[in-house]
């Protein structure tokens, strides 16, 4: 059911103090400061709150809150996530500040949604036990995580929310990272969202989202650690035939495209994690990459059936039928991979050693949701 257009009955924002809005400001520029540096943001300048003035005229105050609402116009969603997501600087505390200024601005379009869908999602997670199971994750345990946030909810849920859980239903039916991607799902949530208008900021909206979002995102680090593991059993299994290339073109590489190299693509693969999950190049890549691997394997398979059914031939001569069997996507080794290859794709190498995003395991296709939680920073 598509929600009515009309806006919530909530009575009008209240209209912050100089002093209130001081404050905001203050705790807001480092974060906004930050990322207008990272990003090369074009900023404007504001000499009080650069200089941390303590007690600023009315005249300061306007200046702040204008250079904030400049700043939002500049920032985008996932420039802000990469940054929330990699950085230090943003504690519990920094996230309630982003969104309670949000929160509170009068005029709220589609990028300030999706800031603020974020952040939610992004706070509940910070705080989420690491072996949270997904049937706990109902609308009063998010509701009682969120009231910093929202305060207390009233819980009773409007019909049209339901096309969430719909959507989330569909994504655990996925059983890889394409299908989750090419397969509508997302443009679910997407167009739920969308259709929210100005209901998406009811607080039980929000709670709902909220819980769409942290659920969603375990779906999709579920299906990439799986595709990864994949990808990297692949891998394995194609040098032990003797192959060392893999035609890598459709994800982007070359049709030669070295083992080895490969391997540690996916190792480092961590900076997937400052993507949107529901788009960005470097999905596609890891999605392309996997259908290459599959390829190759396809035709080695192929290429070994083929040749249990021919005569048998002398050891050089199998060789070469072999490379000529599997054509430009695979290429005999010239030399043999590194002894200690193969024990080198068991982990991903993470950003920070004491606190790695999760494990890729070749050896077991178990997921944890708490070795993998997405948006955590310790």
């Known amino acids: 059911m598509t929600p009515s257009p009309q806006p919530p009955s909530q009575g009008p924002t209240p209209v912050k103090d100089l002093a209130a809005l001081w404050t905001e400001a203050r705790r807001l520029y480092p974060i906004y400061a930050e990322v207008a540096r990272e990003f090369v943001i074009d900023a404007p300048a504001c000499a009080d709150l650069e200089a941390g003035v303590e007690a600023p005229g009315a005249e300061s105050v306007e200046q702040a809150s204008q250079w904030l609402n400049t700043m939002d116009e500049r920032i985008r969603v996932h420039q802000l996530r990469q940054f929330l997501q990699t950085s230090q600087l943003v504690d519990r505390d920094g996230l309630l500040a982003l969104l309670h200024h949000l929160l509170g601005k009068t005029a709220k379009d589609d990028s300030v949604r999706d800031k603020v869908d974020f952040l939610l999602v992004q706070y ?48 655990r039916r996925c059983r890889t990272l394409d299908e989750l991607l090419n397969g509508g799902v997302l443009d679910q949530g997407r167009k739920a969202k969308s259709q929210a208008g100005d209901l998406f900021y009811l607080p039980v909206a929000l709670v709902a989202f909220t819980r769409f979002g942290y659920l969603m995102r375990r779906v999709f680090f579920r299906l990439m650690h799986n595709d990864l593991n994949d990808i990297l059993d692949g891998l394995t299994t194609l040098e032990e035939k003797g192959v060392a290339t893999v035609d890598c073109r459709r994800a982007q590489f070359s049709a030669q495209e070295p083992i080895l190299r490969l391997r540690l693509i996916c190792q480092s693969w961590k900076v997937m994690f400052q993507a949107e999950y529901s788009s960005g190049q470097p999905l596609r890549l890891l ?86 939680e997405p948006g955590k920073n310790h």
């Open 124 to 171: 509940f997670s910070e705080d989420a036990p690491a072996q949270l199971d997904d049937n706990t994750v109902d609308l009063a345990y998010v509701a009682q995580a969120l009231e910093p946030v929202l305060g207390p909810v009233d819980l009773k849920a409007p019909v049209w929310l339901n096309a969430l859980d719909r959507a989330l239903d569909a994504a």
């Open 287 to 372: 999605v392309d990459l996997r259908s290459s691997v599959d390829h190759a394997l396809g035709r080695i398979s192929g290429a070994e059936s083929k040749s249990k059914t021919s005569k048998p031939v002398p050891a050089k001569a199998a060789a070469a039928a072999a490379g000529a069997a599997s054509g430009r996507s695979v290429q005999p080794a010239a030399s043999a991979a590194p002894a200690s290859a193969p024990a080198a794709r068991n982990k991903f190498t993470p950003g920070k050693a004491e606190a790695p995003e999760f494990e890729v395991s070749a050896g077991s296709q178990d997921w944890s949701p708490g070795s993998g």
